[in-house]
């Protein structure tokens, strides 16, 4: 088994640290991982993207041309991404702020409010958690609960105090997709 996993949106979405808590999920999990960031210049409102990629064997390469899952935060991410996932791949997009669906048809499209979840729940800031929720809801290459174990042990000790709120957005990304179908 291996997953080859983009994530991509603006700079301050969380794209970055959403990619390494799947790293590190794996890592913790006994599974072979890696993650490639990738960032303009900017600090905040830039592109942002990293590769992940998961495997139960030795991953040959971390370049990823065509991945299996695309987690797209915003349009651009979106008109960027949908064109190289693989045939019979997943699409996570992000529909709080993306206003158009994915065209292709051969593809397993997942659209999530995940701004307005997060804002739901009381912190924007949540967002990308919302979308990896719905991510691992559509393709458990990990647990919820891995991810939640990754959380309490990578996250630094100043902000143990957001724990409760990423928990709860992990749930409601995967909760909302379990809803729909």
Partial sequence: MQT????AGFGGQGILFAGQLLAYAAMD???????????????????A??????AD???GS???????????MNRPSLDKYEPLVKPGGLLVVNSSIIDRTPERKDIQAALV????IAEQLGDRRMANMVMLGAFLANLPVLSIEAIEKALQEHLPERHHKLLPKNYQALREGARYLAEKV
């Fill in 113 to 116: 409010p995940a701004n307005d």
């Fill in 29 to 47: 999990n006994g599974l072979e991982t890696t993650w490639i960031p990738s960032y303009g210049p900017e600090m905040r409102g830039g592109t």
């Fill in 49 to 54: 993207n990293c590769t992940v990629i998961i």
């Fill in 57 to 59: 064997e030795e991953i």
């Fill in 62 to 72: 971390p370049v990823v041309r065509n991945p299996q899952v695309a987690i797209v």
């Fill in 4 to 7: 080859e996993i983009i994530i």
